[in-house]
């Protein structure tokens, strides 16, 4: 069964940082990313990492937001620096299975507010 453990949301001013984590457990995993839902918004892509490293990034982000992974522990980090208030959402982290093939799985998710 495969479970999926968020961290590190919250509260911070624009122009800081935060970095979320993403503990998966239960199977192997290829990609493995980060999506965003903002109120009244449809969830988006905001950066996603392969099982071989490849990174692809929200444009929006690219520059600001770094996301890494450790294969050894399963875990997905997304480190977010020169947070803007349009960056307020909540943040899902999104992993795909190798078998079965494209199954994929959400955590639930995890508040980032931007705001002075």
């Known amino acids: 069964q495969v479970q999926l453990v968020e961290s590190g949301g919250g509260l911070v001013q624009p122009g800081g940082s935060l970095r979320l984590s993403c503990a998966a457990s239960?199977?192997?995993?290829?990609?493995m990313g980060w999506y965003r839902q903002a109120p009244g918004a449809q969830r988006g892509l905001v950066a996603t990492?392969?099982?071989?490293?490849?990174?692809n990034y929200k444009e929006s982000v690219e520059g600001r937001f770094t996301i890494s992974r450790h294969f050894a522990k399963n875990t997905v980090y997304l480190q977010m620096n020169s947070l803007k208030p349009e960056d307020t959402a909540v943040y899902y982290c999104?992993?795909?299975?190798?078998?079965?093939?494209?199954?994929?799985?959400w955590g639930q998710g995890t508040q980032v507010t931007v705001s002075a």
């Open positions: 999104n992993v795909g299975e190798l078998f079965p093939r494209g199954r994929e799985h």
């Open positions: 239960g199977s192997i995993f290829t990609t």
């Open positions: 990492i392969s099982s071989g490293g490849r990174t």
